[in-house]
């Protein structure tokens, strides 16, 4: 069973960059798409971006500006970095694989394995 | 970016009741679409894609329709464990890709 698990501070400081890993076990982060997603704390989910194992990604209009996604196949891991953050990023970050359709061959852009979430809070 | 908007934010049920939720696009996602159920302090489970498959371990209770841009979750007969937020994403046309707001299943 796919398991992943997200990592990092929990407080940032605001202007600073907001650091999370997430961690695959129970399978290979290899041949998959894996998202970032978050949710400020009572409000709905927002994708943030997305990468494949090979390094490609594909980030929202609305942070590309400020996203890093990379990704470390030896560990098995993928992370997130978050630059100039300010308190509209305070939110629970969620990490998520693609589905892959293995009777067709193509990957889904839906999410059918997520993290438990982390709670990431901007303040001084 | 394509809006998905969700109505009714909430929706009070009784327990054995219908629920049924609509899910609408700004344009047309064909049927590109996928529900989640999210229960307090847990992440989103994935219940539905291509608008009406079942994701694996689905009850048969919950079934999805609709194509373009209306979209429909029904809850044949609501238990206690159904009782939480559902939230629809479009995956047609990214990104980037767009969850719609929610509805709230909550006891009547």
């Known amino acids: 069973q796919v398991q992943l698990q997200e990592s990092g501070p929990g407080l940032v400081k605001p202007s600073e960059t907001l650091s999370l890993t997430c961690t695959v076990s129970?399978?290979?982060?290899?041949?998959?798409?894996w998202s970032w997603i978050r949710q400020p704390p009572g409000k709905g989910l927002e994708w943030i971006g997305y990468?494949?194992?090979?390094?490609?990604?594909n980030y929202s209009p609305s942070l590309k500006s400020r996203l890093t996604i990379s990704v470390d196949t030896s560990k098995n891991q993928f992370s997130l970095k978050l630059s100039s953050v300010t308190a509209a990023d305070t939110a629970v970050y969620y990490c998520?694989?693609?589905?892959?359709?293995?009777?067709?061959?193509?990957?889904?852009?839906?999410?059918?394995?997520w993290g438990q979430g982390t709670l990431v809070t901007v303040s001084s | 970016e394509i809006v998905m908007t969700q109505s009714p934010a909430t929706l009070s049920v009784s327990p054995g009741e219908r629920a049924t939720l609509s899910c609408r696009a700004s344009?047309?996602?064909?049927?590109?679409l996928a529900w989640y159920q999210q229960k307090p302090g847990q992440a989103p489970r994935l219940l539905i894609y291509g608008a009406s498959t079942r994701a694996t371990g689905i009850p048969a209770r919950f079934s999805g329709s609709g194509s373009g841009t209306e979209f429909t979750l029904t809850i044949g007969s609501l238990q206690s464990e159904d009782f939480a937020v559902y939230y629809c994403q479009q995956y047609h046309n990214w990104p980037p890709l767009t969850f719609g707001g929610g509805t709230k299943v909550e006891i009547k």
């Open positions: 998520a694989r693609h589905h892959y359709d293995f009777s067709t061959g193509y990957y889904k852009n839906y999410f059918d394995y």
């Open positions: 344009q047309s996602v064909s049927s590109n």
């Open positions: 129970g399978g290979s982060i290899s041949g998959y798409y």
């Open positions: 990468i494949y194992y090979s390094g490609s990604t």
